[in-house]
């Protein structure tokens, strides 16, 4: 069975910086494309950034140049480092494994002074 737990979000202010963590078990997420996304209060889920097995990355361009994705094989993880972070951000934040509909619970992630 396929699970995936995010984990590192909070509260912070305009301006600071988390580091998301997702942890997958049941499956080797090296031979996968991952993803986050994130959904607001009243709004669909929305994808934020995608790092392919290869390394390679895309972004949205609401994150473009703010946060970044990377990936530990050998810990079958992957992070979204955040930075810059704005009101705008304020979500809860998911992983993906590309090609499948397993999702975690996610992790809250509050922008806010």
């Known amino acids: 069975q396929v699970q995936l737990v995010e984990s590192g979000g909070g509260l912070v202010q305009p301006g600071g910086s988390l580091r998301l963590s997702c942890a997958a078990s049941?499956?080797?997420?090296?031979?996968?494309?991952m993803a986050w996304y994130r959904q607001a209060p009243g709004k669909q889920r929305e994808w934020v950034a995608r790092?392919?097995?290869?390394?390679?990355?895309a972004y949205a361009d609401s994150v473009k140049g703010r946060f970044t994705i990377s990936r530990d094989n050998a810990k079958n993880t992957v992070y979204l480092q955040m930075n810059s972070l704005k009101p705008d951000d304020t979500a809860v934040y998911y992983c993906?494994?590309?090609?499948?509909?397993?999702w975690g619970q996610g992790t809250q992630v509050t922008v806010s002074s």
């Open positions: 993906n494994i590309a090609g499948r509909t397993d």
């Open positions: 049941g499956i080797t997420i090296r031979f996968y494309a």
């Open positions: 790092i392919f097995s290869s390394g390679s990355t």
